[in-house]
């Protein structure tokens, strides 16, 4: 919601990947890093097959230095740390995924660094105080959507414009 001021999210668009009660695990894919795909690879000495100037997202203000890799449809198939989130679109966060992926990097890909974490119970009371609309999972959107619309986007997806909202407690 706008009235979230944090820096961090405002007009954050979060791709939740874990919520038990223990807390939540979640991914800001509408932000770029000051960094590059050949930058990182380079770093990590791997041989990067795609676009080397591929952008990295920032996922997140937790952990900056620990990777994340979205991808969808036409990954390698033996990723084995992946997780599914929502058909056409995946999450892994091991340097051996980035590995296989740098080999032969599929057309739907987004590759994080850091993520956004929630304590427990933390996320509920901020959904209950309004802080946040909840949408679902679209790898359309994760993958075919400019990080710099996507706020606006999912809003408007929601059949909300996004003018007319204003902060008022409860789950959106």
């Known amino acids: 919601m706008p009235q979230l001021l944090d820096p961090n999210f405002k007009r954050a668009v979060v791709l939740l990947v874990h919520h038990d009660e223990g807390g939540t695990f979640g991914l800001v894919v509408n932000r770029a890093a000051d960094l590059t795909v050949d930058v990182l690879c380079d770093d990590l000495q791997l041989d990067w097959k795609g676009d080397r100037q591929t952008p990295l997202a920032w996922g997140g203000p937790v952990q900056p230095n620990t990777g994340w890799v979205l991808f969808g449809d ?99």
């Open 74 to 172: 036409g990954a390698p198939s033996e990723i084995d740390d992946a997780n599914l989130l929502a058909p056409g679109l995946s999450v892994a966060g091991s340097l051996e995924t980035l590995r296989k992926i740098a080999v032969e990097p599929p057309g739907s890909l987004r590759l994080m660094l850091g993520y956004a974490g929630w304590g427990p119970h933390q996320l509920e009371e901020e959904m209950a105080q309004g802080a946040w609309l909840v949408a679902p999972a679209c790898p359309d959107t994760v993958f075919g959507v400019s990080p710099e619309v996507m706020w606006d986007h999912v809003v408007r997806g929601m059949g909300i414009d996004p003018a007319t909202l204003i902060a008022t407690p409860g789950v959106h």
